[in-house]
C-alpha cells in the first residue's frame, strides 16, 4: 500500500508525494530544497541570523542587495541575490505561521522579490539560478502571489537542474493545474507516475487526478478535466 511507511525509501517517497500535493492546497513552507542535488531552501532563506536580530540581518542584507544591483544593473547574479533576500525578508517578518499565509507586508517582499527575479531573467543568464528558482516557486506559486505560469517557469529551471524524482514531477504537475497549463501537467503527472515505485503508481495516480479536479474547478479558463475509466 502507499501508506505502509515501512523502508526508507517508500517513506521518502511518500513524503515528497503529499510534499508537492501540499503546494495545491496550501502547504505553506515545506518544499524548498526536495528533490534535488542543489541546496537553498526554507532554512537557507533564515540562515545566518538567530533571536531577535534575524530581522535586522535580514534588513541589512535586503539593502546591501539593492546597493549592488544600483551600481552595476546589468550584474544578473546581485539580481538573484536581490530575489533570494527579498524573498527571505518576506518569510522572515511577512508570513503568519498560524494561518499558513503571507501577510500584506510579506505579499509585498514577495512582489519585491518577484520584480527581482524578473530583471534577472531578463538578462538571460546561461545556468539560472535553481536554489533561487526553488524559492521563487513558492513565492510566485498558488501559496505566494498566485502567479502560477511563472511559478511553473521557475520550477522548470529546478528540473533542469536536479536528478529527476517522481516527487519534483508531483511538484511540477500540480504547479501546472494551479496555472491552467493542463497538457504540462498531464504530461508531468505521467512521467511522476513512471518514477514511482510500481507498488505506487495506482495511489499516485488518483492522487494527481484529485489535484486535477481540484485545480481545474477553481481555475477560470482551465480545460476541465477528463473522465477516465478503469
Same mark, same amino acid.
Given at each position: 500500500m502507499l501508506f505502509d511507511l515501512r523502508g526508507r525509501g517508500r517513506r521518502r517517497t511518500v513524503q515528497t508525494i503529499y510534499v508537492g500535493l501540499a503546494l495545491l492546497m496550501g502547504g505553506g513552507l515545506v518544499l524548498f530544497g526536495i528533490g534535488g542535488n542543489t541546496s537553498g531552501g526554507l532554512f537557507d532563506a533564515f540562515s545566518g541570523g538567530g533571536g531577535g536580530g534575524g530581522g535586522d540581518l535580514v534588513t541589512?542584507?535586503?539593502? #546591501? &542587495?539593492?546597493?549592488? %544591483?544600483?551600481?552595476?544593473?546589468?550584474?544578473?547574479?546581485?539580481?538573484?541575490d536581490l530575489a533570494r533576500q527579498r524573498f527571505s525578508s518576506a518569510t522572515q517578518g511577512g508570513y503568519d505561521q498560524a494561518t499558513s499565509t503571507y501577510t500584506a507586508k510579506g505579499k509585498q517582499e514577495l512582489q519585491q522579490a518577484k520584480t527581482a527575479w524578473d530583471r534577472y531573467l531578463a538578462l538571460k543568464p546561461a545556468k539560472p539560478d535553481a536554489n533561487v528558482a526553488r524559492l521563487m516557486v513558492?513565492?510566485?506559486?498558488?501559496?505566494?502571489?498566485?502567479?502560477?505560469?511563472?511559478?511553473? #517557469? &521557475?520550477?522548470?529551471? %529546478?528540473?533542469?537542474?536536479?536528478?529527476?524524482?517522481?516527487g519534483l514531477y508531483v511538484q511540477y504537475a500540480t504547479l501546472a493545474y494551479a496555472a491552467g497549463q493542463t497538457r504540462k501537467g498531464d504530461l508531468a503527472a505521467g512521467k511522476a507516475v513512471d518514477l514511482?515505485?510500481?507498488d505506487q503508481r495506482a495511489a499516485l495516480k488518483n492522487n494527481l487526478e484529485a489535484a486535477k479536479k481540484a485545480a481545474t474547478a477553481t481555475t477560470p479558463g482551465a480545460a476541465p478535466a477528463a473522465a477516465t475509466t478503469g
Open positions: 541589512k542584507q535586503v539593502k #546591501a &542587495a539593492e546597493k549592488r %544591483v544600483k551600481a552595476n544593473p546589468q550584474n544578473a547574479p546581485a539580481w538573484a513558492q513565492a510566485l506559486g498558488p501559496t505566494g502571489l498566485g502567479a502560477n505560469d511563472d511559478a511553473v #517557469a &521557475a520550477m522548470e529551471i %529546478v528540473l533542469d537542474q536536479s536528478d529527476e524524482t517522481s514511482a515505485p510500481k
